[in-house]
C-alpha cells in the first residue's frame, strides 16, 4: 500500500509539471476589431495555436465552410502561420484585367502570429481561376500589433 501511495505522489508531481506552456495575446484587427490567440507548447507533443471566437478557444485552422480547400498551418517556437484559400467571384466587368462578371477568382489569405514581438501580419492576394494568373493590383496586406495577456 505504501508504495501505491508513493507512486501515486510521484506521478501528480509529474504531471503538474507536464503542464503545457501558454502564452494568449489580443492583436488589432481591420475595422477596429480585435482577435484573440493563444500559443500552447506542451511538455510533451507539438505546439499548437488556438483562436478565441464567441468566448471559447478553439484550433486556430478549423474546418470552415467557405474554404476552397482546408486550410494550411505551420507552428514553429512562439509563431504560426495560417494560409486560408477561398473562392470568390468577379462581381463586375474589369476589362483591364480581363475579368468578366461571374468569373471564379481564388482569394488566398496568410496571417502570420509573432507571440515574441506580439505582432499580426495579414496578407491578401488573388489569382485568376482561368489562368492562375495573380491580380497584383488587389494584392493587399497590413501589419497589426498585439499585447500579451496575462492569464
Known amino acids: 500500500m505504501k508504495t501505491i501511495t508513493i507512486f501515486f505522489a510521484l ?3 509529474v504531471a503538474t509539471q507536464a503542464v503545457a506552456v501558454e502564452t494568449a495575446m ?10 484573440y490567440y493563444k500559443y500552447v507548447s506542451p511538455f510533451f507533443g507539438r505546439p499548437s495555436v488556438e483562436q478565441k471566437i ?8 478549423r ?3 467557405g474554404y476552397k480547400k482546408p486550410c494550411e498551418l505551420e507552428v514553429s517556437n512562439n509563431k504560426s502561420k495560417i494560409i486560408e484559400y477561398y473562392e470568390v467571384y468577379a462581381t463586375k466587368n474589369v476589362p483591364s ?3 468578366v462578371k461571374g468569373d471564379k477568382i481564388q482569394k488566398i489569405e496568410t496571417l502570420v502570429i509573432d507571440f515574441k514581438v506580439a505582432k499580426r501580419i495579414f496578407e491578401q492576394r488573388y489569382f485568376k481561376q482561368k489562368t492562375g ?4 493590383d488587389w494584392r493587399d496586406g497590413e501589419e497589426y500589433s498585439c499585447q500579451l495577456l496575462s492569464e
Open 11 to 13: 506521478l501528480m508531481a
Open 26 to 35: 489580443v492583436c488589432d484587427a481591420r475595422g477596429g476589431e480585435t482577435r
Open 54 to 61: 464567441d468566448g471559447q478557444w478553439g484550433d486556430w485552422c
Open 63 to 65: 474546418p470552415f465552410d
Open 97 to 99: 484585367l480581363d475579368l
Open 133 to 136: 494568373g495573380e491580380i497584383e
